[in-house]
């Protein structure tokens, strides 16, 4: 074979996609013609094998010798050319943890990692904190350790690294610690040979396994039936020795048929997701071996022998399939549909002067998948599937659980469309198999897929249409079972479902470009997969879309795709280089290039490799081609790009891509920061099957309908025209409403949308609106009628206006500079109504969830105050003072903007960010000891950061940097960076609500707002009143602060209305500390436990405390002065209050009630976390186990980023067994953390639980405390009490013992 294209050999050629509802088959004829097909994946009465199937019936009907193929038995492979396939087997595995039993070799100290992964939890209002099993069975720990050499060595003399060097491990070089306190053996650091690791950095092997050691542990993995091992060291990366030795020992056992290496299934940084990666590896690969061993027995001998079989790998290119490896199969399936739309509908006929980039937009069965492609596949190198992160080159696709097999639900004056889906089998009401209401069904009901033109494949006997009668039945019976339904009829609950779908549905597309600076409008949108057709008018319409691209084949446009799949190899290794030097100048020395001497040579390298290897697969040298690419960041940051080879002239053309491409996806450049390469990368292609461009074709005006038939659209039931596709010819032009039927599949063109035939027999629609949106918005506002909640507008709004909120997030988290905000994500973003009411904050930082409408609130009060300037639009405002200004604890710093329409405020929006220093007594601005509000840093009741448009930077400086006698903010550059980004995610927010405003008019958003609100606030009437009826009116709790400060809580329920009071008389005085909590934090900890346990997706808003009286007494820890010291009220009181609260409500056992709040560092750099513990027990569930709990979320950094950041070796980060309390379920287990300093370094601790235990329920246990511990040089163990700042030197090491969580129920029970 010389190039990928399909020869003309007179063979069948087929291209397979096996999605989660349906497998669709191209296949290329030996006279060359092409034909599709499709037929479900899973209908086991029929046949084992879908794909083998779908084979057997293309060669029984088409064989050209008319030679039968009957089912039974093995099909003769003497006709077929080559197969290639798509498929979700091992997705399929991932989701439903089906992969093969597997083990996990990690270094010694880090057995938990994988499952502690990045300690926050997938959905913060979920008490019981699920996350999908982890992959492995079990764990060997093996005793190796490597280290960076850079930090330790810094500064060191050469003869005395030279004498560290010489040092033999038997010379007294372990440290051995053992007391009744404290048992640990690590081997010394800096101890060992340097020896330059594959990125030239210099590591350390501190300890080497033990062969005699390993054997064992692999040997009594391999006894419990362990097949499958995913091996990963700390550092292998650069230095893979140690992983390589044990891989060697393990093949030498013969006792494992899958043995998985880090470093070679993606030789990246960072461990957990290698680790995840590896792990995938592991499990998975062994699942598509015994597949391709089901799909290899369903043919003769021939498959394996004479016919060419690729499977598309997630990054959108071909692999044979013994390269096919379980971490490359994640999007195996929709990478076929990427690569379809790219190579079809990506051309000039869609656009004016160059093609249009195009949105992708797949809608499957079970998921929808949308993506961008502008003339290149754009890939991400580690995404998460199923909860595990996985580290490697695959396209960017974003999923949202909606399809056709999406199940439909009216909760909460809501409809709701998924997640969960009615699957292929039994799959949705009209597929005859008892199944469940789907959006499938809503599109029968309504017309707009119609049984006759559907194939014949339903019902026991795969031979019966689509069921409308039952579609119709169902949707009755949930008509009559909900009020939310009153006064519909079928059909119109029907498209209502029909539009919240379409909504869920857009909202990615939104993110997908908005979030990364792309004008929505600007682009086509290409739909495919069965349902999609019916669905992509009406989101066209919905995004301002006006062009739509059906494919002749988008039925199955994923077999397409791959009928023109590239062959791709990809070779890639890890860096430390500095391709970049900046200058003063804010641009980069032109004269210096750092990684001259290396960078060509690694990547020639690379390239020689993937072209052997392509070679080698039998594909022709001259086809080869090699795309380089370097893995480029900023110094400081942690935000790499992959930028490609360019032929620019430019000295340096690699930084002048990667600073174009920084600035359009952050909005900014680092100036005076270091351009790095974190890794160099290769990609071989041979370039598959590519299409002509389109000729153009005679206007035939309107074809003769095939037929009429009935549809339901926005304004009821209309007459429309069918047409056949195979009918229509090149020039023809069809207005909507219409449907047209595709062989597989049914377009709905909506009313006013224009179908052109192309000359290739595809269809180009033109997207009319329905209405000019100027119009309709003086139309709406100039008129009186009142507006009237309408549940399915409601629902859309629900998306649109969490949407925005969550945009807002994602602008602040690219463009903020932070490790805080842009890493670990501590921040929040919300929107309010003109009087400062909460409508929508998106679901980051629980802790900020009420307290930003406080802000809001007090910013409009004080400016609008008498003898103040009052707001003006241009006009930002920030503030971050706990007491007076709605905050939360002074690193918080709140930006807010308004929103003005026509000279009038119409909304407010704000974010909060968590700073990493504002001054104050303490680095990192969280003293543990602080007594008053002075010694944590600046404080701002109300300044205007921005004022007549113009960033007041001066006037903020003076703020943060000038505070008398205690040090300012010791990072200002990063200060008024963050601020600028809070205020470009507000500009978002706001451009996005006018945007709304614009298409349905003000008086309808405003409406919307107060209906959204009103729905949040009946559910949780709703909850008080399930409550009351179960339990009793009266609810009461106390718990108590380590230093014995009592919280209590007394609630009153009126039982008729809903409302209740949230008394907290009985709480402690203020205190000499920094545990004294504003208000704030009390409302943001009740709204967050509230939400929680209503239990449903409900809008989270003001509404949620609507219900809620609260009588918090004045000078009490939870509403102290405005002078005392806060900052731990934020991070810790506030977890109390979540207890005392959940207690009341018998909800859940205490969690840890912590966020062990550790900084770190020196006069050179500051670094903060915050650090997991357990979770409490429930009546149904164990608690999960090393998890961030109730008011926190934040994400803790790789193990391998941080020792490559920062002067710190992580000796152990792991479970801490036992620590979780006992009883009928148990309570989650909190983690030891363990930190060795390089350097000498200031530590500060400020935690909580360490005295009094996280409480059990219903009769389980009590958890265990937290410990912090100081380990000295000598052995000598020292327990430093919950609050403790101070200098820690190299040798002595920091162990943080965080709590675990309550038990519930008795054991016994």
Not at 397 to 403: E, L, M, R, S, W
Not at 510 to 530: P, W, Y
Not at 686 to 706: I, R
Not at 889 to 914: C, K
Request: with cysteine.
């Amino acid at each position: 074979m010389a190039g990928a294209t399909v020869d003309n050999d007179g063979k069948f050629h087929f291209a397979v996609d096996r999605g989660g509802t349906f497998t669709d088959l191209h296949c290329t004829l030996p006279d060359g013609s092409e034909i599709v097909s499709k037929l479900l994946s899973v209908d086991p009465s029929n046949y084992e094998d879908a794909p083998t199937e779908g084979i057997r019936r293309i060669l029984n009907e088409y064989d050209p010798n008319g030679k039968k193929h009957p089912r039974g038995e093995a099909v003769d492979t003497s006709l077929i050319g080559s197969i290639r396939m798509g498929t979700t087997v091992a997705t399929n595995a991932l989701l439903e943890r089906e992969g093969e039993r597997m083990g996990l070799v990690i270094t010694k100290g880090f057995k938990d990692l994988l499952q502690i992964n990045n300690q926050t939890r997938s959905d913060i209002f979920d008490l019981t904190c699920k996350a999908p099993k982890v992959l492995y069975e079990e764990v060997v720990e093996v005793d190796e350790r490597v280290m960076l050499a850079e930090f330790f060595d810094e500064g060191k003399s050469q003869a005395t690294i030279d004498l560290l060097e010489t040092q033999s491990l038997e010379e007294d070089v372990q440290q051995n610690v053992s007391s009744r306190y404290y048992t640990s053996k690590w081997p010394k650091a800096g101890v060992g040979k340097r020896i330059r690791g594959i990125t030239g950095e210099k590591v350390i092997p501190l300890c080497s396994p033990d062969p005699d050691a390993i054997r064992n542990s692999l040997q009594s993995l391999a006894d419990k039936g362990i097949k499958s091992l995913a091996i990963v060291f700390l550092h292998s990366y650069v230095y893979p020795e140690h992983e390589i030795l044990v891989g060697d020992i393990a093949k030498s056992m013969n006792c494992f048929t899958e043995i998985s290496l880090s470093h070679e299934v993606m030789s990246m940084v960072k461990v957990v997701p290698r680790g995840f990666t590896v792990s995938a590896s592991a499990y998975l690969t062994p699942k598509i071996t015994e597949y391709l061993a089901g799909f290899t027995k369903g043919f003769d001998a021939g498959l394996m022998n004479n016919v060419r079989l690729d499977f598309m790998k997630s990054d959108g290119g071909l692999t044979p399939v013994n390269d096919f490896g379980g971490h490359q199969a994640i999007l195996s399936g929709p990478a076929g549909g990427v690569v379809g739309y790219a190579k079809t509908s990506y051309r000039p006929s869609l656009g004016k002067d160059k093609p249009l980039p195009v949105i992708g937009f797949d809608m499957g069965g079970t998921s929808t998948d949308v993506s961008r492609y502008d003339g290149t596949l754009e890939l991400v190198f580690e995404t998460t599937t199923a909860g595990v992160s996985i580290q490697a080159p695959q396209l960017d696709i974003h999923t949202v659980a909606a399809g056709g097999g999406s199940r439909l639900f009216l909760q909460n004056g809501l409809f709701v469309v998924g997640p969960e889906s009615a699957k292929a089998h039994p799959g949705p009401i009209c597929y005859r198999k008892n199944g469940y209401l789907a959006v499938t069904d809503a599109n029968v009901v309504l017309g707009r897929v119609i049984p006759d033109h559907f194939p014949n494949i339903f019902g026991p006997n795969e031979d019966e249409p689509l069921d409308l009668a039952g579609a119709r039945e169902a949707f009755q019976r949930l008509k009559m079972e909900n009020a939310e339904a009153d006064g519909r009829s079928v059909e119109e609950l029907a498209y209502g479902f029909i539009q919240v779908a379409n909504e869920a549905m857009c909202r990615p597309i939104r993110n997908l470009t908005q979030m990364r600076g792309f004008d929505i409008t600007s682009h086509a949108l290409a739909c495919f997969g069965g349902a999609g057709p019916q669905h992509a008018c009406a989101m066209a319409r919905a995004l301002g879309i006006k062009k739509v691209f059906v494919h002749r084949y988008g039925g199955v446009l994923s077999a397409y795709g791959l009928s023109m799949a590239d062959a791709c190899v990809e070779e890639q290794e890890p860096a430390k280089e500095v391709y970049a030097v900046a200058n003063s100048g804010g641009g980069f020395d032109e004269n210096i290039d750092p990684s001259a001497s290396t960078r060509e040579e690694r990547l020639e390298y690379l390239a020689k490799k993937a072209r052997v290897s392509l070679m080698k697969q039998g594909y022709s040298e001259d086809y080869v081609v090699i795309e380089k690419y370097l893995n480029m960041r900023y110094q400081g940051t942690d935000n790499a790009i992959m930028i490609k080879e360019s032929s620019s002239a430019s000295a340096l053309p690699y930084a002048e891509k990667f600073v174009e491409q920084y600035h359009r996806e952050f909005g900014f450049e680092l100036d005076g920061r270091d351009i790095l390469i974190d890794d160099f990368r290769v990609r071989g292609l041979v370039v598959g099957k590519t299409l002509q461009t389109p000729a153009a074709t005679p206007q035939l005006g309107s074809p003769t309908p095939a037929g009429k038939t009935k549809a339901y659209f926005e304004n009821g039931w209309e007459e429309v025209s069918t047409y056949n596709m195979e009918d229509l010819k090149p020039g023809h032009t069809i207005l909507g409403p219409a449907i047209i039927f595709q062989s597989i599949s049914i377009i709905v063109l909506e009313i006013g949308c224009v179908a052109a035939v192309t000359s290739d027999g595809d269809l180009d629609i033109d997207v009319a609106q329905l209405h000019s949106n100027d119009a309709a918005s003086v139309a709406n506002d100039g008129c009186e009628t009142e507006i009237i909640e309408d549940p399915v507008q409601l629902s859309i709004f629900a998306h649109r206006f969490m949407g925005i909120a969550e945009q807002m997030g994602r602008t602040l988290a690219r463009t903020a500079i932070s490790v805080n905000i842009k890493e670990r994500l501590d921040f929040s973003c919300a929107l309010f109504t003109s009087d400062g009411g909460l409508v929508a904050n998106a679901p980051h930082i629980p802790v900020h969830l009420g307290a930003m409408q406080s802000a809001v609130r007090f910013q409009v009060e004080y400016w609008n105050a008498e003898g103040r300037e009052g707001i003006k639009e241009g006009d930002v405002f920030v503030s971050n003072h706990p007491q007076l200004a709605g905050g939360s604890h002074l690193p918080d710093i709140t930006v807010i903007t308004p929103i003005f329409h026509e000279g009038n405020i119409i909304f407010f929006v704000a974010s909060r960010g968590h700073h990493s220093d504002i001054g104050g007594v303490s680095p990192g601005s969280m003293p543990p000891h602080s007594v008053n509000l002075k010694e944590e840093g600046a404080s701002i009741v109300a300044f205007k950061l921005v004022k007549d448009g113009k960033f007041q930077e001066e006037g903020i400086t003076d703020i943060l940097v000038n505070q008398g006698d205690v040090p300012g903010t010791r990072n200002l550059k990063d200060n008024l960076s963050d601020l600028r980004a809070q205020v470009a995610a507000n500009n978002s927010g706001i451009r996005l609500l006018h945007e709304l405003v614009h298409e349905n008019g003000l008086k309808k958003v405003e409406a919307y707002m107060h209906f959204i609100q009103h729905n949040a606030e009946m559910a949780v009437r709703n909850m008080l009143k399930e409550f009351a009826s179960a339990h009793g009116t009266r609810a009461h709790s106390i718990d108590y602060m380590d230093d014995g400060t009592p919280i209590e809580l007394t609630i009153e329920i009126d039982p008729k209305t809903g409302s209740a009071c949230f008394d907290f008389e009985g709480t402690g005085p203020q205190i000499l500390g920094n545990l004294n909590a504003p208000p704030a934090v009390t409302y943001s900890a009740v709204i967050y436990s509230l939400r929680s346990l209503v239990g449903q997706d409900i809008p989270l808003n003001q509404g949620c405390l609507t219900p809620i009286e609260f009588k918090i007494p004045s000078y009490s820890l939870l509403n102290p002065s405005d002078d005392v010291g806060v900052v731990g009220g934020n991070v810790l009181t506030s977890q109390r209050v979540v207890d005392v609260v959940l207690k009341a409500f018998k909800a859940c056992a205490a969690s840890q009630g912590c966020m062990n709040n550790l900084t770190f560092g020196d006069d050179r750099f500051g670094y903060y976390e915050t650090i997991a513990g357990g979770a409490g027990a429930g009546p149904t569930w164990e608690g999960r186990s090393g998890v961030h709990t109730h008011c926190t979320n934040t994400r803790i950094t790789d193990p391998e980023i941080l020792e490559r950041r920062y002067p710190v070796l992580l000796r152990r980060f792991g479970l801490r067994k036992g620590s979780g309390g006992n009883g009928k379920h148990k309570g989650g287990d909190g983690v030891i953390r363990e930190i060795e300093p390089l350097r000498p370094l200031i530590m500060s601790i400020l935690s909580e639980r360490r005295t009094l235990q996280p409480y059990g329920l219903n009769g389980g246990e009590p958890a265990m405390t937290g410990k912090n511990l100081l380990v000295k040089k000598d052995g000598v163990v020292l327990n430093i009490g919950a609050k403790r700042s101070g200098s820690l030197n190299v040798g002595e090491r920091l162990v943080i013992e965080t709590p675990g969580g309550g038990g519930y129920g008795k054991a016994t029970d």
